[in-house]
């Protein structure tokens, strides 16, 4: 009995604190030590004229982004704050194309970007009176830039092929929403685990060099393909941090 008395005294004296540092005038502070995201597509075209008669291809897209978050609670549950995050994302696409008159073409690419962003989130937190754990939800937006490189290769019946990239002038912009759960470990300090929905559009300039072999002679020709690409993914996120509640009125 004396145990959980204990406990009940700590669950409450642990909640009643959560509530204060989440009060209007509290700055938020924190990083998030990592967010991840994650995306698929896949496309089957038919055609019924010309010499191609099916093309398929699979895009998966991976990200990672780790950065500072700081805020103020402008009312006792709303916070408005600002972002900025090192973001890496990786892209890998294969696609196969079949015809009347060619063995399938096979084509594989690689491309890996680093962007820095910045941009505003909001967050709105949900009183638990039964625990300190405090559900929240969370909008967020970002701008970013930054460089990459790109990779491939593929074959036909006739030759192969290897190419290489330089990724740059990217601009991308990044929304997002989540639902999430802190924790916190005392009166200052909480861990957050979140889920949710990830959404990217971003265009940049890639300068591709392409080494073709042939299979019969074994001639190499190297071709120089400059594109300008855009593209826009959407898929689920999940992240993780430390924040710092710093409330003047209470010592942390």
């Known amino acids: 009995m004396k145990k959980i008395f204990i406990a009940a005294v700590y669950t409450i004296v642990c909640t009643a604190a959560a509530h204060a540092q989440i009060a209007k005038g509290t700055v938020l502070l924190g990083t998030t030590v990592g967010s991840t995201s994650y995306s698929s597509a896949s496309d089957n075209l038919d055609y019924t004229s010309g010499t191609n008669i099916n093309k398929s291809t699979d895009t998966k897209t991976y990200g990672f ?25 990786s892209r890998k696409t294969d696609a196969t194309t079949t015809s009347t008159v060619n063995t399938p073409v096979t084509a594989h690419t690689n491309a890996t970007n680093y962007t820095l962003n910045i941009g505003p989130f909001i967050r709105y937190y949900f009183y ?11 909008a967020n937006t970002t701008v970013g830039t930054g460089n990459g490189a790109s ?6 019946m006739n030759s192969t092929y290897t190419s290489d990239g330089k990724v740059s002038n990217i601009f991308n912009w990044n929304a997002g929403a989540s639902i999430g759960l802190a924790h916190f470990f005392g009166p200052s300090v909480a861990l957050d685990v979140a889920l ?23 001639n190499v020709t190297v071709t120089n393909n400059n594109y300008d690409e855009k593209t826009a993914t959407n898929g689920i996120s999940l992240g993780a941090g430390f924040h710092w509640y710093l409330n003047r009125h209470h010592k942390a």
């Open 128 to 138: 638990n009176t039964l625990s300190n754990n405090l559900l929240y939800v969370q």
């Open 151 to 156: 990779s491939g290769y593929g074959e036909n």
């Open 196 to 218: 949710g929905y990830a959404y990217t559009s971003s265009k940049n300039g890639t300068a591709n060099t392409t080494v073709n072999t042939n299979k019969n002679t074994s």
């Open 65 to 89: 982004n780790i950065g500072p978050q700081v805020g103020v609670f402008l009312t006792n549950h709303f916070v408005l704050g600002g972002t900025l995050t090192y973001n890496i994302t």
